[in-house]
């Protein structure tokens, strides 16, 4: 299983940005995806959260600006970040705990490979 994400980049204050992460392979079914993100010098931490139903969660640091939604049909999971803050500036990494078919019904959590966003003040 591979989790690809894209559409990281440098956007001012008060911008925009919308990332988004593919998972594909070995795919049975995805239970929940995510976001996190590691700032320089700093521990990884929670965003978002979104459930197979749809319920999302967020870091209250990001509350009322950030905004994730998944596409249960092309396993794929979306970041909408608006109003971003320097304080955004972070590698974003996307995971999902994944269902299996190889080896069948094995369930086991993936990362993909990181989108550096930059928010510049």
């Known amino acids: 299983v591979q989790l690809q994400a894209c559409g990281g980049g440098l956007v001012q204050a008060g911008g925009s940005l919308r990332l988004s992460c593919a998972a594909s392979?070995?795919?049975?079914?995805?239970?929940?995806m995510g976001w996190s993100r590691q700032a320089p010098g700093k521990q990884r931490e929670l965003v978002a959260r979104?459930?197979?139903?749809?319920?999302?969660n967020y870091a209250d640091s990001v509350k009322g600006r950030f905004t994730i939604a998944r596409d249960s049909a092309r396993n794929t999971v979306y970041l909408q970040m608006n109003s971003l803050k320097p304080e955004d500036t972070a590698v974003y990494y996307c995971n999902a705990e994944v269902v299996m078919t190889v080896p069948y019904h094995v369930t086991s959590g993936f990362w993909g490979q990181g989108t550096l966003v930059t928010v510049s003040s």
């Open positions: 979104i459930t197979s139903g749809g319920s999302p």
């Open positions: 392979g070995s795919i049975l079914s995805i239970n929940h």
